[in-house]
């Protein structure tokens, strides 16, 4: 068993330290709230607590070692005597992306979200000029992202008049990239203002089209549970179908479940990075490993013989499938509590609780059965 556990803990590292970090640049001129889209999207504002460098002239890279992603800042212009120019833009920024492209694929500009605030009430000239630039030179995805919509009055049907405006402004000079309007406030004060950053989050991540870049993205936000859990049902419906796969070549006796567990362990990882966990520090994830590591590894594989009913008691494809499933799915269902509590209390998760036997297992029961229903 120590053999065992020392494999399944070197397998739960090894996930943990697979990260692949996808760089948004965001492009927008001082003041348009870049910092506090940025502080509510991904927790805090990387450019104030992050290692940052220039990269060319009007260009900065940020990365803080807890947040999977890398934030490329650039006003986008400069202002010159003659007035703001996209001189700039054109000269260093363009060509610093373009070379990128040149590099490998952790290397590459993968998203671009162009910042203009609705608080000015205008899209300027150099702004327009910025972005068929983008658009026109460049295959990024491109979004347009309107900032402080929570302030601009509303239409009748509750439509921010100034963000309908630019959406106007922006289709009349050739500009046909996804707008979103966001604040980095609860609008709650106002319900009838329907703002974009949940459908922002969903399609900065549909548009990183490399399953470790977007599973990085979607882990570093923290705006959009429904998000971690889009992709979380992604992550073990993959690990469900290789757990099944492996089954069906080899079938194993119940006694001998453990076989399929250290990808049960990859795809705890996984879902632990999802989650944000990794940035809770050592300590915390040596305590959630630790708890993962006795649950899988003993009380899991010993509990199956009670709750599946299998013929012969043999693991097939079918049962090492739905196994992987409800033991993600109930893992989900952990995580988001404490993902809850920690942003509630911002204290490190009590993994022994939620971990707890009586807890856990009826969180399995019920996932087994959800699994069931949803592949039948």
């Given at each position: 068993m120590a053999?065992?556990?020392?494999?399944?803990?070197?397998?739960?590292?090894?996930?943990?330290?697979?990260?692949?970090?996808?760089?948004?640049?965001?492009?927008?001129g001082t003041g348009v709230g870049k910092s506090s889209l940025i502080n509510h999207i991904f927790g805090k504002t990387i450019a104030e607590v992050g290692t940052g460098q220039p990269v060319t002239r009007g260009c900065h890279r940020y990365?803080?070692?807890?947040?999977?992603?890398?934030?490329?800042?650039?006003?986008?212009?400069?202002?010159?005597?003659?007035?703001?120019?996209?001189?700039?833009?054109?000269?260093?920024?363009?060509?610093?992306?373009?070379?990128?492209?040149s590099k490998v694929l952790d290397e590459h500009i993968h998203l671009i979200w162009y910042c203009l605030s609705v608080a000015n009430h205008r899209v300027t000239d150099f702004d327009l000029e910025n972005l068929r630039l983008i658009t026109g030179e460049l295959d990024i995805p491109v979004a347009v992202v309107l900032t402080q919509c929570d302030a601009e009055p509303v239409d009748d049907e509750?439509?921010?008049?100034?963000?309908?405006?630019?959406?106007?402004?922006?289709?009349?000079?050739?500009?046909?990239?996804?707008?979103?309007?966001t604040c980095a406030n609860n609008p709650n004060h106002d319900p009838e203002l329907k703002l974009d950053l949940e459908k922002l989050i969903a399609w900065s991540s549909a548009s990183l089209k490399d399953d470790a870049l977007r599973q990085s993205f979607v882990a570093a936000q923290i705006a959009s549970l429904p998000a971690k859990r889009s992709e979380a049902m992604t992550i073990i419906m993959t690990y469900s179908a290789t757990t099944a796969a492996s089954a069906g070549?080899?079938?194993?006796?119940?006694?001998?479940?453990?076989?399929?567990?250290?990808?049960?362990?990859?795809?705890?990882?996984?879902?632990?990075?999802?989650?944000?966990?990794?940035?809770?520090?050592?300590?915390?994830?040596?305590?959630?490993?630790?708890?993962i590591l006795s649950l899988v590894g003993r009380q899991l594989a010993a509990s199956l013989t009670k709750m599946i009913p299998v013929l012969g008691q043999i693991i097939n494809a079918a049962v090492a499938g739905a196994i992987t499933g409800a033991l993600g799915l109930a893992l989900v269902e952990v995580y988001e509590r404490a993902v809850d509590g920690y942003l509630k209390t911002g204290k490190s998760p009590d993994w022994a609780r939620l971990f707890s036997n009586e807890q856990f297992m009826q969180a399995f029961k019920i996932a087994l059965g959800k699994w069931g229903n949803q592949k039948a």
């Open positions: 053999s065992m556990e020392a494999q399944l803990e070197e397998q739960f590292d090894k996930e943990m330290a697979a990260v692949k970090r996808p760089n948004l640049m965001i492009v927008g990365e803080d070692a807890n947040i999977p992603l890398v934030i490329f800042d650039t006003e986008g212009y400069e202002v010159t005597e003659g007035g703001p120019s996209a001189g700039n833009f054109r000269e260093k920024i363009i060509p610093e992306i373009i070379q990128r492209k509750g439509r921010g008049e100034t963000s309908q405006a630019f959406r106007k402004v922006l289709r009349e000079h050739g500009v046909h990239c996804e707008v979103f309007e070549l080899n079938p194993v006796p119940m006694s001998d479940a453990l076989l399929i567990v250290p990808q049960q362990m990859a795809m705890a990882a996984s879902l632990a990075k999802l989650y944000g966990f990794g940035s809770m520090g050592e300590m915390a994830v040596s305590m959630l490993k630790g708890q």
